[in-house]
């Protein structure tokens, strides 16, 4: 017989089954980048997925330092624009985030929603503070959970400049 030796496909196909098993049992990962401010200034902050199929509904509960940072505004991407969103930030240091819509979207490595921050004016030397996830839920259109991991970098911050001398 000419062609694939069948020990050669059966491995073949048993890494494929592997492989495609893993990224269904380990779902996406949902992350936050590293992110570097000065004190006193504004940052956006995305909160980024790796790759999803079908997303139709999240809901993510972050907190954050209430003393360093002051939450401004929560914008869509352009990539979930489809999706409604609310935010509740009533509370200093926590936000509420649901975004749902009647499609699912998909996409690779792209951004679901950017956050902006105050940094606190006057702060003395760098600091590293992170962003919290306490819970995050994805659902498809189907209504089925789509398992989600999280990985959040920390966010530098490093003192005002001092003002320049003017001769």
Same mark, same amino acid.
């Given at each position: 017989?000419?062609? %694939?030796?069948?020990?050669?496909?059966?491995?073949?196909?048993?890494?494929?089954?592997? +492989?495609?098993?893993?990224?269904?049992?380990?779902?996406?990962? !949902?992350?936050?980048?590293?992110?570097?401010?000065?004190?006193?200034?504004?940052?956006?902050?995305?909160?980024?997925?790796?790759?999803?199929?079908?997303?139709?509904?999240?809901? !993510?509960?972050? *907190?954050?330092?209430?003393? %360093?940072?002051?939450?401004?505004?929560?914008?869509?991407?352009?990539?979930? &624009?489809?999706?409604?969103?609310? %935010?509740?930030?009533?509370?200093?240091?926590?936000?509420?985030?649901?975004?749902?819509?009647?499609?699912?979207?998909?996409?690779?490595?792209?951004?679901?929603?950017?956050?902006?921050? &105050?940094?606190?004016?006057?702060?003395?030397?760098?600091?590293?503070?992170?962003?919290?996830?306490?819970?995050?839920?994805?659902?498809? &259109?189907?209504?089925? +959970? %789509? *398992?989600?991991?999280?990985?959040?970098?920390?966010?530098?911050?490093?003192?005002?400049?001092?003002?320049?001398?003017?001769?």
């Amino acid at each position: 017989m000419v062609g %694939i030796p069948a020990r050669s496909l059966c491995a073949w196909l048993f890494t494929l089954v592997t +492989v495609f098993w893993a990224s269904t049992a380990f779902g996406v990962e !949902l992350y936050i980048p590293p992110v570097q401010g000065e004190a006193g200034q504004t940052i956006e902050i995305p909160v980024m997925i790796d790759w999803v199929d079908n997303l139709a509904g999240m809901k !993510l509960v972050m *907190k954050y330092d209430a003393h %360093i940072l002051t939450f401004k505004k929560g914008a869509r991407s352009k990539y979930t &624009d489809s999706l409604m969103h609310i %935010i509740n930030s009533k509370k200093p240091g926590l936000l509420v985030i649901v975004m749902a819509g009647a499609r699912g979207i998909k996409g690779k490595d792209f951004p679901l929603l950017l956050l902006t921050f &105050d940094i606190k004016k006057g702060l003395k030397g760098n600091h590293n503070t992170q962003i919290e996830i306490k819970e995050i839920q994805l659902m498809s &259109d189907k209504l089925k +959970v %789509i *398992k989600c991991k999280t990985r959040v970098a920390p966010i530098t911050i490093l003192p005002s400049p001092k003002p320049g001398r003017v001769s």
